[in-house]
């Protein structure tokens, strides 16, 4: 009798160990940062990645992701004039840093000249990598105004395509070092 009241009475349970673990607060912090040529200040959890806050913060969705990181370049962005990995970098590395994406490469509306050669010479079929080889491209085209095809295919090493064949993207950058001669 005793062992039957044991297993149906109501057990005194310690409330420690009932009640929910408290949630870790994700640590934020203030980011300041230029972004296209705006400066903001935005509040991002710290291990936010440069991804996700332009795609999901400032709402720049032209930045993709293409891989689970750091081996498709289509995430690329400039900082500073280079080209950087956006998967592969935090939000908060951004402090006081001058990012550009795709969107910010076109003015006044219209595309730039390298937008318009790769829309010209079929430098994208599906697009996806697009964003990435044009910041890749425009970093190359400002430190290198006249790039050889091989210095063309060096700096756009690290970007896959899986629709053109890079042979269409190679020519997209030619057309317009060869444009931005004329009209920068
Ligand atoms: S998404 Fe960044 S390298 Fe692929
Ligand atoms: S145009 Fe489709 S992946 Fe490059």
């Known amino acids: ?14 409330p420690r160990a009932a009640a929910p673990a ?4 994700r640590a934020r912090s203030i980011l300041s940062v230029i972004v ?6 935005d509040v991002v959890p710290d291990g936010m990645l440069l991804l ?14 293409g891989c689970d990181g750091g081996e ?4 690329t962005v400039l ?19 001058r990012v550009e994406t795709v969107e910010g490469l076109a003015h006044g509306g ?6 318009q050669a790769f829309h010209e010479k079929l430098g994208a079929q599906c697009g996806y990598c697009t964003p990435g080889m044009i910041t890749t491209a425009e970093a190359l085209l400002r430190r290198n105004p006249d790039p050889s095809r091989d210095e063309i295919k060096a700096a756009l090493g690290g970007n896959l395509c899986r629709c053109t064949g890079y042979v269409k993207i190679i020519e997209s950058v030619e057309t317009a070092a060869a444009a931005r001669k004329v009209t920068p």
Do not use: F, W
Request: glycine residues 8%; contains cysteine.
């Open 1 to 14: 009798m005793s062992s039957i009241l044991a297993e149906h009475s109501p057990v005194a349970e310690d």
């Open 22 to 25: 408290p949630k870790k607060k």
């Open 36 to 41: 296209n040529g705006r400066e903001r200040e």
């Open 52 to 65: 996700d806050y332009l795609r999901e913060v400032v709402g720049l969705t032209g930045t993709k992701q």
């Open 72 to 75: 498709c370049g289509a995430c």
């Open 79 to 97: 900082v500073d004039d280079k080209p950087r990995l956006s998967c592969s970098t935090l939000a908060a590395q951004m402090e006081g840093r």
């Open 110 to 115: 219209k595309m730039s000249v390298l937008q």
